[in-house]
């Protein structure tokens, strides 16, 4: 193999002063043509600015490489030397020789012209191909990334395509000129994780058939297994650990690396689930939801609505005192609705939702995904925790000051807290906040929305934790609403699986994850990476979450369960 | 397209406002019509008269019998007679109007053809020295109230240069093309400068925000120049508050343009409204206010089909 | 509250802002309390017409008063004028933008349109017909240009109001039961206070300049008491041989405009949340 790219003791600072504010320090490696490796790293590690430094687009971002080399091979055999080279040199490597994917599919790709005279741009600027033969050129790239009825989807703006089907554009803007070397930049995160799977199956054939190199950078180690030839684990600007994807995986050496692949909830397919809690039918639930359904009207404005978003439809559980029951469903399942409509945040349209009123007016709190955006920024630890209580007539005194310490202390903060504001504080700390916040009212249940999924992955486990201990000590009942298999097997002690609006199985969490049952279900645990399944080839479907929009006055056919097991109940598929 | 049909729906909707607030208002201003329309010689007249005057303009009636007659007359085009001038209002308003179109157009061509290349090239010289000497002139010129400018031009042209702007009547484009723009050339150059100041500072923050957007970074990933990713990624992006911004200021100016045509001697439609309000000219200012609402409301309108040329979301809506 | 302070000293049209906008409230106080150089209304036949010099800093008029001293209280009108008719469009505008926002359906629906009605009239426009009807006068200018910047605070507020309650903030509020006035002052209006500061500041430099082209108009402030845009308008027949007579009231003027509307840029910089993500 021949070598691609060399970096050497690359050094990259941002601001006016960067030499002083340097967020990679030192970072070296090399990468041979075909050859694939992941940088892996949690936020602030370095791992993004390393990967923009290679086509010099750190620059865009107000940051300047400081010292070491990165030389890039040409087709042509050529050294070519990024660091030294003025901007007019570097178009020329852009596109041509180094493409990139980026993390969000829905921001980069621009907004008002399409999608083929997007593809098309990139076939001009690299290749001196000419308008109709630049339009085929994206038109076959289109059916290489498998974008199904290409020809039309041409003349379609980003707004019109799912997030999974962007993705797909960007990457054959990425492929369309050819590059030796692709780079993609957390390019799953932003997705749900059966459209990941179909995303990575796609890089993984892509890169066969054109024998490209790829850097793959992500913050998930367990993602890279399947994909990566080697790993690189950064830290704080420096690489901590590199070398061969089995031996970081089986037999890491650094500290860093063990820690990170400790903290990452592997998916066990149910094999790791918890073991404290035996259900017990004949407890009395602590919430019992009934036929739940949500709907949002479209279509109408002044006239009567034509049809209606069936985003909730037909939905029951109940949830007993100490129990865990997950929801999972990707987006648009209608999970998070759920969550809101228990809340009384969405109106439900028929349904009902009773919980016990036994120690707590409010039995029923909420954690949200957002520890910043759930936080109002203006208002001091002590006015949040306090606002639940004086919501419900208690008074701010001595009484309640003690209660706010003794649950910050809970949850894992020093009282002094108080006195502080939400910017204060890191994105766990403000998750630990609105936990104890949300016990304020000494709850009986506690929804979790998405409540651990914006915090980095070492930060995700020490929260996971404490929701457990807190559990246990207040016999709380959690409804976790999640998108992530790993997370739910480590907390739920039942599973339920949303599709569409619908529960499609729910039961026994061991029950439902090591033996779905639910094509949907199926599919769904296929798609979690896993670094034991690393060998595993992901087939690459095409498969499109269904129209939940309706005409009006449409009601789904009574659902048909099957009993699978003591607690492990599946819906009838229906025939088509 | 479904929020453009919400906007021609409301369309009538505030023109009926805007006629209910004026017509309500215009009679709520202290002393008679009449005696504003003859000055002292409203003195000699009996009562009788008085009664005859009052019966012929309709303002014996009650308030609101004396609107729906307008309405009526309204859809008819009959917008009244003004007292003023002693002609049907709509005539009147029809001979002063091509006058504010024109100024109003030539201050926007104005403005623009210096406000959007300053804002776009600061814009990519940003925080550099040439950066801040637009930003300096920009805010220089947003201070810079319309007629403070009006008069030191006059006052510098006249001193320096001897030159004196044509004043009085207007020349119509179509008598004398050449004439009528350089008569109303001094009064645009007017309007316009702190109109294209704040063209400047809008599309210089819109297109440093532009700039930053991910796709700006996807187009460079791709290899394009600087002057494509400017020109053919940022700046139809960042066009839609230059455009919110020149509607309105634009609507504006088609109300006539009081200040500046006072300084000019320029018979526009801002000096009629002026005239109208202060000699009580019920119909005249009725009429005026009417047609200056429309005139606003057409314009944002066009900003509202705009937006929709400007950016698919808005014009074809949701997923397919 | 003193880092805000602080970062508008470090800020550089921050400073400059804020250095005129002070100086104007000391003159604007000054001219008041009649610590002025000279009588601003006493006529002195003998010293008319006279250029610039240490007795008259900036000159006299055709009836021999002292250009500065006039200027002095012409600036005090106008921060009366300014500042009092921006705290009623202030004030009127939150309150029905926030209701706006927060009720939404029809209430939002009559209420914006109604603020639409108000928009659809040129600002000079309106403010005429209110001065029609009242006469002009100081309360007069003050309420003109109040309603004509009501709306314009309506929209500052409602859309801000709109997208913070669809925040996971209130919506966390709901979940505890909150009452609505909790809701609306807390989570709402304090967060609405920086861009309202922002709006504040730019409004009153818009303030200024309506006043001064109301008095350009002989609407506003009525002689004997000086404004500096009657002082403007005046000037002008003048003109050749008395240019201080314009230059002085024409810079006074743009001077407290560029003040406010430095200090307003500035604050946007200090309070954005945009740059505030970027320090963090």
């Known amino acids: ?576 | 397209m479904n929020y453009l049909a919400q906007r021609l729906l409301t369309f009538p909707l505030i023109l009926l406002g805007v006629s209910v607030l004026v017509f309500v208002s215009i009679r709520m201003i202290p002393g008679s019509q009449i005696t504003a329309m003859l000055g002292t010689e409203a003195g000699m007249l009996t009562a009788a008269q008085r009664e005859a005057l009052a019966a012929y303009f309709g303002i014996d009636q009650p308030v609101w019998t004396q609107y729906f007659r307008w309405l009526a007359g309204l859809f008819q085009g009959d917008l009244g007679v003004s007292t003023i001038y002693a002609r049907p209002v709509l005539n009147v308003i029809l001979e002063r109007f091509p006058l504010t179109l024109q100024l109003a157009l030539m201050s926007m061509t104005i403005a623009l053809c210096i406000g959007l290349p300053l804002g776009v090239f600061a814009a990519t010289r940003n925080e550099r020295p040439s950066d801040l000497i637009v930003r300096i002139l920009a805010m220089l010129g947003q201070s810079t109230p319309n007629f403070v400018i009006g008069i030191l031009l006059i006052y510098f042209l006249s001193v320096f240069f001897g030159i004196v702007p044509a004043m009085g009547t207007f020349t119509p484009l179509t008598v004398d093309p050449l004439a009528s723009f350089g008569q109303l050339f001094w009064p645009a150059v007017t309007l316009g400068f702190a109109f294209a100041a704040s063209v400047t500072r809008i599309s210089r923050s819109a297109m440093l925000d532009v700039l930053s957007d991910d796709y700006i970074r996807t187009a460079r990933s791709k290899g394009a120049s600087s002057m494509s990713v400017i020109w053919r990624h940022a700046l139809p992006n960042a066009l839609i508050p230059v455009v919110t911004l020149s509607g309105v200021e634009f609507g504006y100016l088609l109300g006539g343009a009081v200040i500046v045509e006072q300084i000019f001697a320029l018979p526009g439609l801002g000096r009629l409204v002026l005239d109208a309000i202060t000699q009580r000219d019920y119909a005249l200012v009725q009429g005026t206010v009417l047609f200056i609402a429309f005139n606003f409301l057409i314009v944002n309108l066009l900003v509202d089909l705009a937006y929709a040329a400007l950016d698919p979301r808005i014009r074809i809506g949701g997923r397919k | 509250m003193s880092r805000i302070f602080a970062s508008f000293v470090r800020h550089p049209s921050g400073r400059i802002g804020l250095v005129i906008v002070s100086l104007y409230i000391v003159a604007a106080i000054m001219g008041t309390f009649g610590l002025t150089p000279h009588n601003p209304l006493a006529m002195v036949p003998i010293d008319r017409l006279k250029a610039p010099n240490e007795a008259y800093w900036f000159g006299t008029d055709i009836l021999g008063r002292d250009t500065f001293s006039r200027l002095m209280v012409g600036i005090r009108q106008s921060m009366i004028i300014a500042f009092a008719s921006v705290a009623c469009a202030t004030i009127a505008g939150t309150i029905i933008g926030l209701f706006s926002a927060w009720l939404g359906g029809i209430w939002d629906g009559v209420l914006m349109r109604f603020m639409d009605v108000l928009l659809a009239f040129p600002a000079i426009l309106l403010a005429l017909l209110i001065i029609a009807i009242v006469g002009p006068g100081t309360i007069t200018s003050i309420a003109a240009i109040g309603i004509v910047y009501t709306p314009i605070f309506a929209r500052v507020v409602r859309g801000p109001a709109l997208s913070l309650k669809q925040r996971d903030f209130v919506d966390a509020a709901r979940t505890f039961g909150s009452t609505q006035p909790y809701i609306l002052t807390r989570h709402l209006l304090l967060n609405l206070v920086a861009p309202l500061a922002v709006q504040v500041t730019l409004a009153l430099a818009w303030a200024l300049l309506t006043e001064a082209g109301l008095s350009f108009l002989g609407l506003g402030t009525q002689p004997p008491t000086p404004s500096l845009g009657l002082m403007l308008a005046e000037s002008r027949n003048l003109m050749p041989q008395a240019p201080w007579l314009m230059i002085f009231p024409a810079l006074t003027i743009m001077l407290g405009i560029l003040g406010f509307n430095l200090a307003g840029d500035a604050l946007r910089d200090i309070l954005d949340p945009r740059t505030q993500r970027r320090e963090a």
Request: aromatic share 4%.
């Open chain 1, 1 to 576: 193999m021949t070598k691609l790219l060399s970096v050497r003791d690359l050094r990259v600072g941002f601001g006016n002063d960067s030499k002083a504010n340097e967020v990679v320090k030192g970072v070296s490696f090399d990468l041979a043509s075909g050859e694939t490796l992941a940088i892996v790293g949690e936020s602030g590690s370095g791992k993004s600015v390393t990967a923009l430094s290679i086509n010099r687009l750190v620059d865009f971002g107000g940051g300047r490489i400081t010292g070491g080399s990165i030389v890039l091979t040409r087709a042509d055999g050529t050294a070519f030397d990024v660091t030294g080279s003025k901007e007019a040199a570097l178009r020329q490597i852009r596109g041509r020789d180094v493409g990139m994917i980026f993390q969000e599919p829905m921001t980069s790709l621009n907004p008002v012209h399409t999608i083929g005279d997007q593809i098309a741009e990139a076939v001009r600027l690299n290749s001196g191909l000419r308008s109709d033969a630049a339009r085929k050129a994206a038109l076959d790239v289109l059916d290489r990334v498998r974008i199904p009825d290409a020809k039309s989807r041409m003349d379609y703006y980003p707004h019109q395509l799912s997030g999974g089907m962007r993705q797909r554009v960007m990457i054959a803007m990425a492929l369309v000129a050819s590059p030796r070397l692709l780079i993609a930049d957390e390019p799953t995160t932003a997705l749900d994780v059966t459209v990941q799977a179909q995303i990575l199956a796609l890089l993984a054939e892509l890169r066969a058939e054109t024998g490209m190199a790829m850097i793959f950078i992500t913050h998930d180690i367990g993602l890279v297994a399947g994909i990566a030839d080697r790993i690189m684990v950064m830290q704080h600007g420096v690489v901590v650990e590199q070398d061969e994807t089995s031996n970081v995986l089986d037999n890491p050496q650094h500290e860093y690396t063990q820690h990170l692949l400790r903290a990452v909830p592997h998916f066990a397919s149910g094999n790791a689930v918890r073991t404290d809690g035996e259900r017990v039918p004949a407890r009395e639930p602590v919430v019992k939801v009934d036929d739940l359904v949500v709907r949002f009207p479209v279509g109408g404005g002044w006239l009567k609505p034509k049809g209606a978003i069936h985003a909730v439809d037909g939905v029951s559980f109940d949830l007993v005192a100490g129990e865990t029951l997950a929801i999972v469903g990707e987006s648009g399942s209608g999970k998070s609705t759920t969550a809101r409509a228990i809340l009384g945040l969405v109106d439900k349209q028929r349904g009902d939702i009773a919980a016990t009123t036994g120690r707590s007016k409010r039995p029923i709190q909420m954690v949200f995904q957002d520890p910043f955006a759930s936080l109002n920024p203006r208002l001091d630890v002590e006015a949040l925790m306090a606002e639940p209580a004086i919501a419900n007539g208690q008074k701010h005194d001595k009484a309640l000051r003690e209660r706010m310490a003794f649950l910050l202390d809970k949850v894992g903060l020093p009282e002094d807290a108080l006195k502080r504001y939400p910017h204060q504080f890191s994105g766990g700390q403000r998750q630990r906040l609105c936990i104890a916040r949300a016990l304020m009212l000494n709850p009986d249940v506690v929804v979790l929305d998405e409540a651990v999924s914006a915090l980095d992955v070492s930060v995700q486990a020490k929260v996971l934790d404490l929701l457990i201990d807190l559990q246990h000590e207040f016999r709380l009942a959690y409804l976790f609403i999640s998108h992530d298999m790993a997370v739910v097997e480590r907390i739920a002690h039942r599973v339920a699986v949303m599709y569409a609006g619908q529960i499609v199985e729910i039961g026994d969490a061991k029950a439902v994850l090591a033996s779905p049952q639910h094509s949907y279900t199926k599919r769904l645990i296929a798609a979690v990476p896993a670094i034991e399944r690393r060998k595993q080839h992901f087939a690459v479907d095409v498969t499109q979450v269904p129209s939940l929009v309706r005409p009006a006055g449409y009601e789904p056919p009574d659902a048909r369960w099957r009993e699978a097991g003591s607690d492990h109940r599946v819906r009838h598929e229906d025939t088509p």
